[in-house]
């Protein structure tokens, strides 16, 4: 589908905001989501890092299968409690609650929707991770019913069970800081988490193996939520006089609540989609020893790109929330468009990146130690296939987001998730027999684009009305940018010497190509930045 000949006119940046809401101006949007990101990539280095030590002391072995089958636990945990299970219904709660904060008149909504939510969910949390801890043997079974070390593995995830309950106080207060428009202290909890497993590794791993790994995950989970607490601590004792009001409501609303229904099919949505991982480890476990760390760390490099692009998503939801809970269709749709091109644009210059400099890539980053050359190439192969759904992950993350901000019941999140799932695990039983890691990577690529289609479709009326086909054409452009830079960047690194050469040699030629190739096929976001920093320089002069 292609662009109509005013799609760039139709997603041109919306007026200025009014002046009450200095929040959700673009210089707030653009200060916040330069914080969050560049902590974001101080994580995301230092979980290079560690994937690096996990790397140098155990290379892809039977001992970092063990683990990362336990690490299962975690990863699902982070993206049910932290990244989108909690956020997509507690972001749009505390927005309600601080739009409806001036006309109260009996307390403070926010203090109110603290106290009827927080103790009932800790203690969800707390008694699943009791479960998890308890069912560690049964799990394991489940998760990878061919690993060679059982054992192993049941240590390690009786260890990491309990960021069921850390996790779970971590992005509670990361969801009720980003309704307050505070993105530092939630932004760090990588850092803190990544420091934590490195730490362990460096001082434990020749005492208790990769043992010390699991142990980490458990004292990071302790250190995001002592990273956030004092924020939110501030942020409930300010009280409703410290905020600006919002417009006035329609006369008989109603005190913010979460629903049972939008929590379920929020978290269920979350589970569906972190369920891909999980058909990727059953899979593997089949496989020869390996199999799962060569997955662990190809997906771990090609993601990088992904979590960049959806920084600004991330700061930008809440202010979606909040111009849905004011009645603000209008500005809702425009900044929802303006972040899927922008989030699209992001991750299709570090996917091309990515292609053309995997091999160089994997060497620079991980060839040391246990980690041999044989397992660069295994990786490097992968990572490629995995970079192919990279658009389709962001766009699920993004479009989530514009589905669950209206703070309703929507079961197409979940239908949508549940569809590409099936198609992951249908593509995933019919190649992996015959392809291997190859197979899997590929059939989570495909069944991410089918979630990231189908949840496109079904925006409309009764969530964020955006204009898809302007949308859709945007994206088709940067995408084809975005294969020519990676052809161009692919034939420079092999003509280069050593991986260092490489990979700086072909990132340069992807990010030049690339953003020619915008201006050519006039591309969002490329003709709209040029015209805000021309317009920006005349004004200064």
Same mark, same amino acid.
């Given at each position: 589908?292609?662009?109509?000949?005013?799609?760039?006119?139709?997603?041109?940046?919306?007026?200025?905001?009014?002046?009450?809401?200095?929040?959700?101006?673009?210089?707030?949007?653009?200060?916040?989501?330069?914080?969050?990101?560049?902590?974001?990539?101080?994580?995301?280095?230092?979980?290079?890092?560690?994937?690096?030590?996990?790397?140098?002391?155990?290379?892809?072995?039977?001992?970092?299968?063990?683990? &990362?089958?336990?690490?299962? &636990?975690?990863?699902?945990?982070?993206?049910?409690?932290?990244?989108?299970?909690?956020?997509?219904?507690?972001?749009?709660?505390?927005?309600?609650?601080?739009?409806?904060?001036?006309?109260?008149?009996?307390?403070?909504?926010?203090?109110?929707?603290?106290?009827?939510?927080?103790?009932?969910?800790?203690?969800?949390?707390?008694?699943?991770?009791?479960?998890?801890?308890?069912?560690?043997?049964?799990?394991?079974?489940?998760?990878?019913?061919?690993?060679?070390?059982?054992?192993?593995?049941?240590?390690?995830?009786?260890?990491?069970?309990?960021?069921?309950?850390?996790?779970?106080?971590?992005?509670?207060?990361?969801?009720?800081?980003?309704?307050?428009?505070?993105?530092?202290?939630?932004?760090?909890?990588?850092?803190?988490?990544?420091?934590?497993?490195?730490?362990?590794?460096?001082?434990?791993?020749?005492?208790?193996?990769?043992?010390?790994?699991?142990?980490?995950?458990?004292?990071?989970?302790?250190?995001?939520?002592?990273?956030?607490?004092?924020?939110?601590?501030?942020?409930?004792?300010?009280?409703?006089?410290?905020?600006?009001?919002?417009?006035?409501?329609?006369?008989?609303?109603?005190?913010?609540?979460?629903?049972?229904?939008?929590?379920?099919?929020?978290?269920?949505?979350?589970?569906?989609?972190?369920?891909?991982?999980?058909?990727?480890?059953?899979?593997?476990?089949?496989?020869?020893?390996?199999?799962?760390?060569?997955?662990?760390?190809?997906?771990?490099?090609?993601?990088?790109?992904?979590?960049?692009?959806?920084?600004?998503?991330?700061?930008?939801?809440?202010?979606?929330?909040?111009?849905?809970?004011?009645?603000?269709? #209008?500005?809702?749709?425009?900044?929802?468009?303006?972040?899927?091109?922008?989030?699209?644009?992001? +991750?299709?210059?570090?996917?091309?990146? +990515?292609?053309?400099?995997?091999?160089?890539?994997? #060497?620079?980053?991980?060839?040391? /130690?246990?980690?041999?050359?044989?397992?660069?190439?295994?990786?490097?192969?992968?990572?490629?296939?995995?970079?192919? /759904?990279?658009?389709?992950?962001?766009?699920?993350?993004?479009?989530?987001?514009?589905?669950?901000?209206?703070?309703?019941?929507?079961?197409?999140?979940?239908?949508?998730?549940?569809?590409?799932?099936?198609?992951?695990?249908?593509?995933?039983?019919?190649?992996?027999?015959?392809?291997?890691?190859?197979?899997?990577?590929?059939?989570?690529?495909?069944?991410?684009?089918?979630?990231?289609?189908?949840? &496109?479709?079904?925006?409309?009326?009764?969530?964020?009305?955006?204009?898809?086909?302007?949308?859709?054409?945007?994206?088709?452009?940067?995408?084809?940018?975005?294969?020519?830079?990676?052809?161009?960047?692919?034939?420079?690194?092999?003509?280069?010497?050593?991986?260092?050469?490489?990979?700086?040699?072909?990132?340069?030629?992807?990010?030049?190509?690339?953003?020619?190739?915008?201006?050519?096929?006039?591309?969002?976001?490329?003709?709209?930045?040029?015209?805000?920093?021309?317009?920006? &320089?005349?004004?200064?002069?």
């Amino acid at each position: 589908m292609t662009a109509e000949p005013h799609a760039v006119a139709d997603l041109a940046p919306p007026p200025a905001p009014p002046a009450r809401d200095k929040a959700s101006s673009g210089s707030f949007l653009a200060k916040a989501a330069l914080v969050t990101a560049a902590l974001s990539v101080a994580g995301s280095l230092l979980g290079l890092v560690r994937d690096q030590a996990l790397a140098h002391y155990f290379g892809a072995s039977t001992d970092t299968d063990a683990f &990362l089958v336990a690490w299962t &636990l975690p990863e699902l945990a982070a993206t049910l409690l932290i990244e989108d299970g909690l956020a997509f219904f507690l972001v749009p709660a505390f927005s309600l609650a601080l739009a409806r904060r001036a006309d109260a008149t009996g307390g403070d909504p926010v203090r109110a929707l603290v106290r009827t939510s927080l103790p009932r969910m800790a203690l969800c949390f707390a008694v699943t991770a009791l479960v998890l801890i308890a069912a560690a043997p049964y799990i394991v079974d489940l998760l990878a019913p061919g690993l060679p070390d059982h054992q192993l593995a049941v240590d390690c995830t009786r260890l990491t069970a309990t960021c069921a309950l850390s996790f779970g106080l971590a992005g509670y207060c990361s969801a009720a800081l980003r309704a307050h428009r505070r993105f530092v202290a939630p932004a760090t909890v990588y850092v803190a988490y990544n420091i934590a497993i490195i730490a362990a590794l460096f001082t434990l791993a020749g005492h208790w193996g990769i043992r010390a790994a699991a142990a980490g995950v458990a004292v990071g989970g302790v250190l995001m939520v002592a990273a956030q607490a004092p924020s939110l601590w501030r942020q409930l004792r300010r009280g409703p006089q410290a905020f600006i009001p919002s417009p006035a409501k329609a006369p008989g609303t109603a005190a913010p609540t979460m629903q049972s229904a939008i929590i379920w099919t929020v978290l269920l949505f979350a589970l569906c989609r972190q369920s891909q991982v999980l058909i990727e480890r059953f899979l593997a476990s089949s496989l020869p020893a390996g199999a799962i760390s060569h997955l662990n760390y190809a997906q771990k490099v090609a993601q990088m790109p992904m979590v960049l692009s959806l920084m600004l998503c991330t700061v930008t939801f809440p202010v979606v929330a909040r111009a849905l809970a004011d009645g603000e269709i #209008e500005r809702a749709r425009d900044r929802v468009e303006r972040d899927l091109v922008l989030a699209g644009c992001i +991750v299709l210059l570090g996917a091309a990146a +990515v292609i053309a400099g995997a091999p160089s890539l994997i #060497e620079l980053l991980f060839q040391r /130690g246990a980690f041999g050359a044989q397992d660069t190439a295994a990786t490097a192969a992968v990572m490629r296939v995995y970079t192919l /759904g990279l658009l389709g992950h962001t766009m699920v993350g993004a479009l989530a987001r514009a589905h669950f901000s209206v703070a309703r019941t929507t079961w197409i999140p979940l239908f949508s998730m549940f569809i590409g799932v099936l198609a992951t695990a249908g593509i995933g039983f019919l190649t992996v027999g015959t392809w291997g890691v190859y197979g899997i990577a590929g059939a989570n690529a495909t069944g991410i684009c089918v979630t990231a289609a189908l949840l &496109l479709r079904g925006l409309g009326p009764r969530t964020v009305p955006i204009r898809t086909r302007a949308v859709v054409g945007q994206l088709a452009r940067l995408a084809l940018a975005a294969a020519v830079a990676a052809l161009l960047g692919a034939l420079c690194a092999r003509r280069m010497a050593g991986p260092l050469l490489a990979v700086v040699a072909s990132g340069a030629v992807v990010t030049v190509s690339f953003v020619l190739l915008g201006l050519v096929l006039r591309a969002q976001p490329w003709p709209s930045v040029l015209r805000s920093v021309t317009g920006r &320089l005349r004004h200064a002069r």
